[in-house]
């Protein structure tokens, strides 16, 4: 069964500097998802992240993966309040597509 | 908007009920995910369908049961409701191998 970690799990920001959230994901996977959730929202897709050494970036997120080490990244460039929110990577597995969810990282972004 | 759509938005009924929750895929997609989203449990796959017929199954409970309709559309029926059971429910479509859309979700009270 793939099983995904995340981690930190509560992450206090500082307007302005920068941080990353880790994901590690148990066995091969065919693509990487990360995902935003406001309260009481649906998952707003960020990035799909479908090889190794694959990288995306969409404004002061950006996304990377390492399917050798079985490890995604996402890094937050000058952080700032719209950021706040809850993070979620997703690993899908090979034979059925389905997704298997990291606990969630929740960003407080402070001034 | 992802394209997907979900009723009810809310849902609250009392233990021992039976409740049916529906989804409306994305036009074109012929994959129903669905998700299930409590504080204790994180986010879980339950169940996909794929063209009507059901592809994989995940932690759904045996009170619980899912299907596909012809016009793609699908049902997750709740039975026999514990107070467990409230959560955020989640139906993502898809097009086989492709990226999942998640609809708003369903929030379930049990009381």
């Known amino acids: 069964e793939l099983k995904v970690e995340q981690n930190p799990l509560f992450l206090s920001m500082q307007e302005g500097k920068n941080y990353t959230i880790y994901c590690n994901y148990s066995?091969?996977?065919?693509?990487l998802y990360w995902y935003r959730q406001d309260p009481g929202k649906s998952l707003e897709s960020l990035f799909v992240l479908l090889s190794n050494g694959a990288v995306k970036q969409e404004g002061r997120l950006m996304a990377s993966l390492d399917t050798k080490a079985r490890l995604s990244t996402l890094h937050i460039t000058a952080a700032v309040h719209d950021l706040s929110a809850t993070y979620f990577c997703?690993?899908?597995?090979?034979?059925?597509?389905?997704?298997?969810f990291g606990a969630g990282t929740t960003v407080t972004v402070r001034a | 908007d992802s394209g997907v759509t979900q009723t009810p938005k809310h849902l609250i009924t009392a233990t021992g009920q039976r409740v049916t929750l529906r989804c409306s895929p994305r036009s074109g997609d012929l994959s129903v995910y669905w998700y299930q989203q409590s504080l204790d449990q994180g986010l879980q796959f339950l169940i996909q369908?794929?063209?009507?017929?059901?592809?994989a199954k995940g932690n759904i409970l045996e009170r619980f049961s899912a299907q596909q309709f012809p016009d793609l559309h699908s049902e997750l029926n709740l039975s026999s409701l514990e107070l467990g059971d409230s959560a955020l429910y989640f139906c993502?479509?898809?097009?086989?191998?492709?990226?999942?859309?998640f609809g708003p979700g369903t929030r379930l009270t049990v009381l």
């Open positions: 997703a690993a899908e597995a090979s034979n059925d597509h389905k997704l298997s």
């Open positions: 066995t091969t996977s065919d693509r």
């Open positions: 993502a479509s898809g097009r086989g191998a492709t990226e999942q859309f």
């Open positions: 369908y794929y063209n009507g017929e059901e592809r």
